[in-house]
Structures are given as structure tokens and as C-alpha cells.
């Protein structure tokens, strides 16, 4: 069996360069020379040796664009073609699958956290779960499609309308995503708070506007830009105690919460808030094939711009670099690796 160069998360905070078996295609699979992966939170919690269910050695990544280079199984592909992976992997047969929400599948799992991902030179992936990059879309670009297509599932399960003013708690990657879907969408304030100097001079030069909650006082600041009214909807995207805390001060009478943060704690919630103001709360996971394919077209069309979300591009051989760099949100947002 032929070997290739993976970036392997070996042991807590440990990322190396080393070989491993070049995948083995089964049926209904291709082989996919990767050409970006992203960095991902996700990827982050595997490394401190938080997340339950990867196993080292893993190659992580589930954010990755690459060319196919092999195909077992009848498909609309060609070798050659460009294409961006769905990273989901679900069972088929549980309730969520069945009835064709197999996002939420109940043992969803993903490549590059289940199964080696993005950080190697190969990886092996489902046929339906490829997509074709348009022409003009480069593969950096299209390797954003899992982030972004997070932000398109969530603006779209929201209820947002036009003229709506939001708040978003935490600028990384993802918030600064739904922050730039939702002015698409039609919002008109977008208020971004963040603790991290670089994330918040990321968001006003995205248009957003900034909020310092270390120096700032937020409550305040947001009753203020909304004629003391509140915002008609806040993303909690920061996954901290004190935006889940938060989050229901800067809601309007009757406004909606979504909250798109992991937790890795359960947090403290004012439930007495959430009655007394009558409000709604949505959570989301991952994205539909269709979100996918919206993420897709938006930046093929130019609608949205990825690249200012993209703070460096490195090689495999510096990976372990890329995960120091994540460590501290003050220097980095998505990092993508060069296989
Ligand atoms: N719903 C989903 O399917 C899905 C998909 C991807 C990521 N996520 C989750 O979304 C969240 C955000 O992802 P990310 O990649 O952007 O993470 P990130 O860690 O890069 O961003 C979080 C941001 O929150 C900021 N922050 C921390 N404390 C804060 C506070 N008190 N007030 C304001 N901001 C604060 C941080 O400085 C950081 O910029 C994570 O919890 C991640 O697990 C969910
Ligand atoms: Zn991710
Ligand atoms: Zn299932």
C-alpha cells in the first residue's frame, strides 16, 4: 500500500508531519488530492483533547477543496474536476435521516474528526458528498463552503427580515460569516461585539459595527444604536458564559436568539428574561446540501467575499504553526494548509 504526508494530531496540543496509508477507495467514493483545508474551531477542541469522539492519530479537517483523482462508483464526476467536500457523514436510518434531515442525523459524524480529513495530501470521500467548484471560484475560496455554509443555515433559519438590526456575540469565522449573509439578507445594523482588538478591526472593516466588550459596556451601547428597543435578533457565536448570559439583555420584547456556539459546558441562561420578554430561541447545526450549494454560489457570484476572513495560507509542513497561530485569536481568524 502506497503512503502519503498527513498533518496528524497525535496527543494534546501535538500536531506532526508524518506518513500514512494513502486511503483505499471503497465503493461510492472518491479520492481527492486536497488542494486547501481549514482550520477550524472544531479542529482546535480535538487538539487541547476535547472532543469526545476523535481519535489520534488523526489527519483532522473537515473544511477542504481539492481535484478528484480517482472514482469507485457511478457518478456526474470526472477525474480532474474540482470539487469541495460536505464533511457529513450520517447513518441513513435514523428518524432525522429518513425523513431527510440527515444533518442532525443522531450518530452524525464528520470527516476529519471520525475519519482522516483534509490535513493530508489524499483523503477519501463520499460521491454525494462532493461539489463541483464553479469556474472563476478558487479552490482557497471554496474551501471557506463548510464556514460559510454554517452562516447560510443559520441566517436562514433565523427570522430575519429586512431592516432588522442584529447583534452578533463573537467575530471569529463564523460570526463575521453570518454577519456578512445577514447584510445580503436585507439587515441593517449589523453589531458585532468581540473581546480580540484584530477580530473587532476585522468587523468594521467589514462593515459591521464594533463593539469592545472588555472596554465597552455592550448592554448599553446596543439599547443606544436601537433607540432602546434592542436588537430584533442576536447570534451567540461566541460559545462563553458571559454572552449566554448576555444574549438575553440585548434582545428586543419578543425577539429571537440563535444560538450557533458549541458549548462545552452547559451554560447559565435567564430563563426569567426569556419569559418576561417573550422570547424565542433557535439553535442550528451544520447546513443541508442545499445551504452547501447556497455557500457555494454566493461566492462564485461575487454576493459573498471570503477572502478578508482568511488571515494566512501555510503549508502542511508548518500545520503545527497554524495551530499555535489559532491558539491566539488576537493574530489569526481562518488559517487554510496547503497539502
Ligand atoms: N452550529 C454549528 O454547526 C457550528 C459550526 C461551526 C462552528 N460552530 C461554533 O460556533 C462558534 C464560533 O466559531 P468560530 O470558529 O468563529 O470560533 P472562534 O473561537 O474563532 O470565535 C469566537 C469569538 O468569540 C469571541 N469571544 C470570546 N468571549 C467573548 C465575549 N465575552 N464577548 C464577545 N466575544 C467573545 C472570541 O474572541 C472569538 O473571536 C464556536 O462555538 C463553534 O464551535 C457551530
Ligand atoms: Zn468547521
Ligand atoms: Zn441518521
Not at 427570522?159 to 432588522?164: A, C, F, H, R, S
Not at 460570526?175 to 461585539?193: D, E, M, P, R, T
Not at 456556539?261 to 439553535?283: G, Y
Request: aromatic letters at 6%; proline letters at 4%; hydrophobic letters at 45%.
Amino acid at each position: 500500500m502506497s503512503s502519503m504526508r498527513a498533518g496528524l494530531y497525535v496527543s494534546e496540543k501535538k500536531v506532526v508531519v508524518g506518513e500514512v496509508d494513502k486511503p483505499l477507495l471503497k465503493q461510492g467514493e472518491a479520492l481527492i488530492k486536497v488542494s486547501y483545508a481549514g482550520i477550524c474551531g472544531t479542529d482546535m477542541m480535538i487538539y487541547f483533547g476535547r472532543h469526545p469522539r476523535a481519535k489520534a492519530p488523526l489527519a483532522m479537517g473537515h473544511e477542504f477543496a481539492g481535484v478528484i483523482e480517482d472514482i469507485n462508483g457511478d457518478c456526474s464526476f470526472a477525474i480532474g474536476d474540482r470539487v469541495v467536500i460536505e464533511p457529513t457523514l450520517s447513518c441513513g436510518t435514523c428518524e432525522a435521516c429518513t425523513s431527510g434531515q440527515y444533518h442532525v442525523c443522531k450518530t452524525l459524524k464528520l470527516i476529519g474528526i471520525d475519519h482522516h480529513g483534509g490535513f493530508a495530501e489524499y483523503a477519501a470521500v463520499p460521491l454525494r458528498r462532493l461539489h463541483q467548484i464553479p469556474e472563476g471560484l478558487s479552490a482557497a475560496h471554496a474551501s471557506l463552503a463548510e464556514p460559510l455554509a454554517v452562516a447560510v443555515h443559520t441566517v436562514r433559519r433565523s427570522d430575519l427580515k429586512v431592516g432588522d438590526n442584529l447583534v452578533i456575540l463573537g467575530g471569529g469565522p463564523i460570526g463575521l460569516l453570518i454577519g456578512l449573509v445577514a447584510k445580503q439578507a436585507g439587515a441593517n445594523q449589523v453589531i458585532v461585539s468581540d473581546i480580540s482588538p484584530y477580530r473587532l478591526n476585522k468587523a468594521k472593516e467589514l462593515g459591521f459595527i464594533a463593539l469592545d466588550a472588555k472596554e465597552e459596556n455592550v448592554n448599553e451601547k446596543v439599547a443606544a444604536l436601537t433607540d432602546r428597543v434592542g436588537a430584533d435578533i442576536v447570534f451567540e457565536v461566541a460559545g462563553s458564559p458571559a454572552t449566554a448570559r448576555q444574549m438575553t439583555d440585548l434582545i428586543k420584547i419578543q425577539g429571537q436568539i440563535v444560538v450557533v456556539s458549541v458549548f462545552k459546558q452547559p451554560p447559565v441562561v435567564d430563563l426569567a428574561a426569556m419569559h418576561f420578554k417573550e422570547i424565542s430561541l433557535t439553535t442550528t447545526r451544520c447546513y443541508s446540501r442545499g445551504d452547501f450549494e447556497k455557500a457555494i454560489r454566493l461566492m462564485a457570484n461575487g454576493i459573498i467575499d471570503v477572502s478578508q476572513v482568511i488571515s494566512h495560507q501555510l503549508s502542511l509542513e508548518q500545520i503545527a504553526e497554524g495551530f499555535e497561530l489559532m491558539e491566539n485569536p488576537d493574530v489569526s481568524l481562518k488559517i487554510l494548509i496547503q497539502p
